[in-house]
């Protein structure tokens, strides 16, 4: 299916047939029940950093670096330039989370490929949009997404300790608690709350990894 002049891939089984660059994958989008999930066209823009702005006093702690990245509107296009970047060196592919019905701009959820077939997924959701699911309907297409497309070995989230919410996701999707490496290396922003410019002692990082279907 086209949407536009992405390919299209609703929420399925693995191994999906997908386009690929010289580095990484086409463009595409994901929709489920509820969801269109895709890369960011320079249009959005204005609604990327809305919600950024809008959000800002309670993602400063855990996304230091994107509000850095994104304090004003004119340096919004820049970022998803970087995005689009990112799409076809395969270093990174992000998504924007929309409402299929609406057309609301809901938040962004992304995948990192990190080294021995291991691929890390993080998100945020405006205020708004939590507590109704959304997470964990993006989450499970972007584990469809990071199996199948990316043929990642291993999904990792990591999250603080004190955010129960986060937890519960991962583990509704089949991610288990797993003690990562000390090596691994960690994103410069955060996701899903995974780490805090200054943080406390009781606020323990914790991973969780999902691995791959057999056969």
């Not at 299209?8 to 929709?31: Q, R």
């Not at 890369?39 to 990327?48: H, K, L, M, N, T």
């Not at 340096?75 to 799409?87: I, R, S, V, Y």
């Not at 996701?191 to 791959?212: D, K």
Request: hydrophobic content about 45%; some cysteine.
């Amino acid at each position: 299916m086209i949407w536009g002049s992405l390919l299209v891939l609703k929420l399925g089984g693995y191994g999906s047939p997908c386009l690929t660059t010289f580095f990484g994958l086409e463009p595409l989008v994901l929709l489920t029940p509820r969801l269109l999930l895709r890369p960011y066209e320079p249009g959005d823009a204005a609604a990327f950093y809305q919600l950024l702005d809008q959000n800002r006093p309670r993602l400063e702690t855990s996304f230091p670096d994107r509000l850095r990245a994104v304090p004003t509107l004119a340096h919004a296009g820049a970022q998803l330039a970087a995005f689009a970047h990112d799409w076809r060196t395969g270093r990174f592919y992000v998504f924007g989370i929309w409402h299929r019905d609406s057309q609301t701009y809901l938040g962004d959820i992304c995948l990192m490929p990190q080294r021995g077939g291991q691929a890390e997924i993080g998100y945020y959701l405006t205020r708004e949009a939590e507590g109704q699911g959304y997470a964990r309907e993006a989450l499970a297409v972007v584990v469809h997404f990071g199996f199948g497309q990316v043929r990642a070995a291993r999904l990792l989230i990591r999250c603080f300790a004190d955010n129960l919410r986060g937890q519960a996701v991962a583990q509704a999707l089949g991610f288990e608690p797993s003690v990562v490496p000390a090596e691994l290396p960690l994103w410069p922003w955060l996701r899903l709350g995974s780490r805090r410019s200054a943080v406390a002692p009781e606020l323990e990082i914790l991973h969780f990894v999902r691995h791959a279907p057999q056969g």
